[in-house]
Antibody, heavy 118, light 107 residues
Framework: EVQLVESGGGLVQPGRSLKLSCAAS????????MAWVRQAPKKGLEWVAT????????YYPDSVKGRFTISRDNAKSSLYLQMNSLKSEDTATYYC???????????WGQGASVTVSS | DIQMTQSPPSLSASLGDKVTITCQAS??????IAWYQQKPGKAPRLLIR???TLESGTPSRFSGSGSGRDYSFSISNVESEDIASYYC?????????FGAGTKLELK
């Protein structure tokens, strides 16, 4: 069974940093692109980052480019999201997701809540 | 960026009804659209990929169709377990973009 378990969420002040982790199991982690998708309270879904199988390629929307960094450790079957210079508008539930070769997010974690507030 | 215009924002249906949600892309997305179901407090669940390919475990009452810029998602014979929000996703180009969502409620 595919499992993705996020951790590391919490309350953080504006301008500070936070790092999310996602532990994967039930599939060969190193064979898949991985992504982070977020959902602000009572709002829709927003793609945040994608990383290639080896980690050599990363992709971001303009809203987080330069502030967020996605990374992975294939030996540990783990995905990470380093979030710097956090803003109130980054407040959301952050989901770790597996992507197929074409980009569809086909498995999701339960989410980690991040609140940016003073 | 490709914009996905999803409608309606909300939908009220009776058990057994057929409902349809549409997504219009701002440009041709070559059938690279997926549909997700999300229940309150839960993660999204992939139901359909590449316009009409049902995921394993997706009931046959769900279906998708479309081409070019215009796509639709339908539920025939709505059941109580279908009460949720639904989102479309285009994955032809980065950045991946979702529709704003449709909340399906019981009449």
């Amino acid at each position: 069974e595919v499992q993705l378990v996020e951790s590391g969420g919490g309350l953080v002040q504006p301008g500070r940093s936070l790092k999310l982790s996602c532990a994967a199991s039930g599939f060969t982690f190193s064979n898949y692109y991985m992504a982070w998708v977020r959902q602000a309270p009572k709002k829709g879904l927003e793609w945040v980052a994608t990383i290639s199988t080896s980690g050599s390629r990363t992709y971001y929307p303009d809203s987080v480019k330069g502030r967020f960094t996605i990374s992975r450790d294939n030996a540990k079957s783990s995905l990470y999201l380093q979030m710097n210079s956090l803003k109130s508008e980054d407040t959301a539930t952050y989901y770790c997701a597996r992507q197929d070769l074409r980009g569809v997010m086909d498995a999701w974690g339960q989410g980690a809540s991040v609140t940016v507030s003073s | 960026d490709i914009q996905m215009t999803q409608s309606p924002p909300s939908l009220s249906a009776s058990l057994g009804d057929k409902v349809t949600i549409t997504c219009q892309a701002s440009q041709n997305i070559n059938k690279y659209i997926a549909w997700y179901q999300q229940k309150p407090g839960k993660a999204p669940r992939l139901l359909i990929r590449y316009t009409s390919t049902l995921e394993s475990g997706t009931p046959s009452r769900f279906s998708g169709s479309g081409s070019g810029r215009d796509y639709s998602f339908s539920i025939s014979n709505v059941e109580s377990e279908d009460i949720a929000s639904y989102y479309c996703l285009q994955y032809v180009n980065l950045p991946y973009t979702f529709g704003a969502g449709t909340k399906l409620e019981l009449k």
